[in-house]
Structures are given as C-alpha cells and as structure tokens.
C-alpha cells in the first residue's frame, strides 16, 4: 500500500501521477486527509477531497489528524466533538456514499505552516493579477454534476473568488473552461483592506467532472500599471436537494 500525505494543502495532491507509478506494479493507493481542527465546513471538504481522489483512480483513503486531540473538551462537548470530527468516516470509504452529497472544492491558498511545507504541495494561491493580464487556476472536481442535474437532485453550484484591491466590477472578467461567466455578486469582506467576493451561480453544463481551468482577468483600461488586484480564494460549492 502507498499512502500519500497531502500534508496542510491537501489539493494540491496529484494523485493520478502516483497511481500511474504504482498500479502497474499491484500497488493500492491511499492519499490522505489531513483535517486539522474540525470547521463548519470540514465534512463537505473532505467529502471533496474523496470524491476527487476516487475519480482520480485512488484505491482509498487514509486519515491522520481528524481533529479532537486539539480541541481538550470533556463530557457531552467531548462527544458532540468527536461526532463532527469523525462523521467522514462513515463516507469517505466508498465512492457510492458521496453522490449525492454537498461537497466543497477550493483552490488551496498559502503559505502552508512552516512546520509543514516539506511535505505539502505548494498552494496556487495567492495570485496577483496585472492590468492587462490574466492568471489561471486548476480545480478538479469529482462530481458529474451534469449526471445529477439531469436526475433532478443537483441543489445549486456555487464558485467564489476572494479578491483583494480597488477595482470594479466591470474590469475584471472570469471565465470556467473558457466560457466567460455573468451574472456574478460582489460581497464585501474587508472594507478597510479591500477585499471582497464575487460569487458567480454556476449551470452544470460549464463544469467538468474532472480537471476544470479558471481564468481571472484584470482589464487594462484606466487603470496604472502597478494598480494590481490579488486572487486570494477561490472555492466550489456543490449542493444537493
């Protein structure tokens, strides 16, 4: 068995380049999950992680870190605790249990804990985009989320990017797999550094189930040269009904 450690940036993990090494030679693939602190959004993203690591061809997941031995709770807390930080457990082990599933996809942004970055991939974000120019961000993504729109259980696809820099809204432009996307809400989450989010509701028919390529694009007109805009975030949300 080989067993990847994706370290803290855990999609940043290849793992179809470690399954064409060793499936040719009988060798089960197992990247891992590194959940760290349980969140709110801990179970959909690690939902995310395995859905996109099965699609990649893994054999499994492995596990370290799920969280409790962090968090020094007793009693009904200790408990309720171990409920959210474990419920991955009875999903994560079978590619049937995910479909159907919220499930949340993220570019992973840096700089990983120090401690750390020896064994994690090195994180996309976060990018700075010049007047002029564009930046481009890979997302895999394990849903066929065309299959299940098709079916009527598809709840709502939702991709945000959290930006940084004074800059409207109609000079930047945001394209998935070329298709340029509309319709977008701007979100302010920091007035006093600037940043804030767009946030575009996605059709099925824009998103691959597989590899998926973002193009971020800050329009030259009006703009100086060093009037530069950073890409800080950018996550995937997948809902069902």
Same mark, same amino acid.
């Given at each position: 068995?080989?067993?990847?450690?994706?370290?803290?940036?855990?999609?940043?993990?290849?793992?179809?380049?470690?399954?064409?090494?060793? @499936?040719?030679?009988?060798? $089960? =693939? *197992?990247?891992?999950? !590194?959940?760290?602190?349980?969140?709110?959004?801990?179970?959909? +993203?690690?939902?995310?992680?395995?859905?996109?690591?099965?699609?990649?061809?893994?054999?499994?997941?492995?596990?370290?870190?799920?969280?409790?031995?962090?968090?020094?709770?007793?009693?009904?807390?200790?408990?309720?605790?171990?409920?959210?930080?474990?419920?991955?457990?009875?999903?994560?082990?079978?590619?049937?249990?995910?479909?159907?599933?919220?499930?949340?996809? @993220?570019?992973?942004?840096? $700089? =990983? *804990?120090?401690?750390? !970055?020896?064994?994690?991939?090195?994180?996309?974000?976060?990018? +700075?985009?010049?007047?002029?120019?564009?930046?481009?961000?890979?997302?895999?993504?394990?849903?066929?989320?065309?299959?299940?729109?098709?079916?009527?259980?598809?709840?709502?696809?939702?991709?945000?990017?959290?930006?940084?820099?004074?800059?409207?809204?109609?000079?930047?432009?945001?394209?998935?797999?070329?298709?340029?996307?509309?319709?977008?809400?701007?979100?302010?989450?920091?007035?006093?550094?600037?940043?804030?989010?767009?946030?575009?509701?996605?059709?099925?028919?824009?998103?691959?189930?597989?590899?998926?390529?973002?193009?971020?694009?800050?329009?030259?007109?009006?703009?100086?040269?060093?009037?530069?805009?950073?890409?800080?975030?950018?996550?995937?949300?997948?809902?069902?009904?």
């Amino acid at each position: 068995m080989l067993i990847i450690g994706g370290g803290y940036a855990p999609f940043t993990l290849d793992v179809a380049e470690y399954i064409e090494i060793a @499936r040719p030679r009988g060798v $089960p =693939v *197992y990247p891992c999950i !590194n959940a760290g602190k349980v969140r709110d959004d801990t179970l959909v +993203t690690e939902r995310a992680l395995a859905s996109r690591w099965y699609r990649d061809g893994a054999d499994g997941i492995y596990t370290w870190n799920l969280g409790t031995p962090f968090e020094y709770k007793t009693g009904e807390d200790l408990i309720e605790t171990r409920g959210r930080s474990y419920a991955c457990l009875y999903e994560i082990g079978d590619p049937k249990t995910l479909v159907g599933k919220d499930k949340l996809y @993220r570019s992973e942004s840096g $700089p =990983v *804990y120090h401690h750390y !970055n020896f064994v994690s991939g090195i994180p996309p974000l976060p990018l +700075t985009i010049k007047p002029g120019t564009s930046q481009y961000v890979e997302l895999r993504v394990g849903d066929a989320v065309e299959t299940a729109a098709q079916a009527g259980i598809l709840g709502g696809l939702s991709l945000e990017l959290a930006l940084t820099g004074n800059v409207d809204d109609n000079k930047l432009s945001t394209t998935l797999n070329g298709q340029r996307l509309d319709r977008s809400e701007r979100i302010v989450l920091n007035a006093a550094d600037s940043t804030f989010m767009i946030r575009y509701q996605l059709t099925a028919p824009l998103l691959n189930a597989g590899r998926n390529i973002i193009e971020v694009s800050l329009s030259r007109e009006g703009r100086a040269s060093d009037e530069t805009v950073t890409l800080r975030e950018l996550r995937l949300s997948v809902d069902y009904r």
